[in-house]
């Protein structure tokens, strides 16, 4: 049986099944305010920007706060400070394309999130007095580490916000490097050491997506301009150096894992925090 009809069945039957058990939010859900967690520049939009679209149109307030500027993606090309001058500049754009006024930007060094994890729990807690949202939007707890430390780092430094705050909120967490798994894109069979780590985690996505995430919002009929809020990030989406080495989202699995975040729903593991007994 050809490899690519195998992945591509499989992705269509989780889906399928996903879009059964899940439960859509709802326009009373859609119009709570909000504040969106992003662990780097582009994070939002892609794993919530749709949602983000809808809520804004529904009237909720929406505040994005981006706990680094990204300033490492491509500091093998380019300074540090001129990427993270750039990054700014287009997570500025992005979210007002979004429709969010506000952005906030905690200012932590990309990479280094858990090496602050005090401090920037601090920060997110004087945010969360100010702002007292109804739902949190933070990254999955079972990001992938070998990609995602940040992220990992910015759901327990919420969280640990969030337990200070002694608040009731709702969860949201949108996942990201977990779509870097088979069926969603091909295992790269020509890469050893990321085959190894596509064979040990061969079932772990399918079998999350179908036990954590029960929650899904419909975006297909704004993912036009959540792509044109996406287009914002150029640092991420085109190549602005002749140098090869200079990488796109694009260009992760040849555009299968871009292709992932244009889906016609956007899912999310819900919870109510402080979890009731």
């Known amino acids: 049986m050809d490899k690519s009809f195998l992945r591509l069945q499989s992705r269509r039957f989780y889906k399928h099944l996903t879009n059964y ?23 939002e939009t892609l794993g919530c920007g749709g949602t983000i679209i809808k809520k804004i149109r529904a009237g909720a307030e929406v505040k994005i706060v981006f706990m680094t500027h990204g300033q490492k993606s491509h500091q093998h090309i380019i300074p540090e400070n001129k990427l993270k001058a750039m990054r700014t500049k287009e997570a500025l754009a992005a979210s007002r394309k979004l429709g969010v006024e506000e952005a906030v930007f905690l200012g932590f060094n990309d990479g280094e999130l858990s090496k602050n994890q005090n401090s920037a729990t601090q920060k997110v807690l004087k945010l969360l007095l100010s702002q007292q949202p109804h739902e949190i939007f933070i990254p999955y707890y079972k990001e992938p580490m070998l990609w995602s430390a940040d992220h990992l780092a910015t759901n327990r430094i919420v969280l640990a916000a969030l337990q200070a705050y002694g608040r009731t909120v709702t969860i949201y967490e949108y996942p990201i490097w977990f779509w870097y798994h088979w069926p969603w894109i091909s295992m790269p069979i020509s890469n050893l050491g990321r085959l190894l780590v596509f064979l040990k985690d061969r079932f772990v996505s399918p079998l999350s997506l179908l036990r954590d995430f029960h929650c899904s919002i419909f975006v297909g009929d704004v993912l036009k301009l959540k792509r044109d809020a996406l287009d914002q990030y150029a640092s991420q989406m085109k190549r602005l150096s002749a140098d090869p080495r200079w990488v796109t989202l694009s260009d992760v699995s040849k555009g299968e894992f871009l292709e992932c975040f244009f889906q016609d729903r956007e899912v999310f593991r819900r919870y109510i925090f402080p979890t009731r007994n």
């Open 21 to 43: 058990l899940m439960v859509e939010l709802n326009e009373n859900t859609l119009g709570r305010s909000a504040v969106v967690f992003s662990p780097h520049p582009d994070d």
